[in-house]
Nanobody, 124 residues
Framework: QVQVVESGGGLVQPGGSLRLSCRAS????????MGWYRQPPGKQRELVAV??????????NYADSVKGRFTISRDNAKNTVQLQMNSLKPEDTAVYYC???????????????WGQGTQVTVSS
């Protein structure tokens, strides 16, 4: 089994900053991707930022709307991923979800798990 737990989020004024954290635990053998998605009110879930590992390289992708403002970082030793969000705008208001995919257990089964979601509200 794999567990994905998020922390962070809350209420912040426009122009402010927040930091989200996510940790994956369990019998994890390897992680191929860790990322953040969000679901604004009344809209579909969308990609925010993701780090994908392929052999010895890692690629990072951001949604155009957050480039230059958000930074994703990962600690492979701790199976954690963070999202530093600066210059927040009201349109960043959403429930933010962490997603982790990889391989776990003695038989090398694949997994793709979501966290429970954390609310980020940007408002004055």
């Amino acid at each position: 089994q794999v567990q994905v737990v998020e922390s962070g989020g809350g209420l912040v004024q426009p122009g402010g900053s927040l930091r989200l954290s996510c940790r994956a635990s369990g019998s994890i053998t390897s992680i191929s991707s860790m990322g953040w998605y969000r679901q604004p009110p009344g809209k579909q879930r969308e990609l925010v930022a993701v780090m994908t590992s392929m052999t010895s390289t890692t690629s990072t992708n951001y949604a155009d709307s957050v480039k230059g403002r958000f930074t994703i970082s990962r600690d492979n030793a701790k199976n954690t991923v963070q999202l530093q969000m600066n210059s927040l705008k009201p349109e960043d208001t959403a429930v933010y979800y962490c997603n982790v995919a990889g391989v776990y257990g003695d038989y090398g089964r694949g997994f793709d798990y979501w966290g429970q979601g954390t609310q980020v509200t940007v408002s004055s």
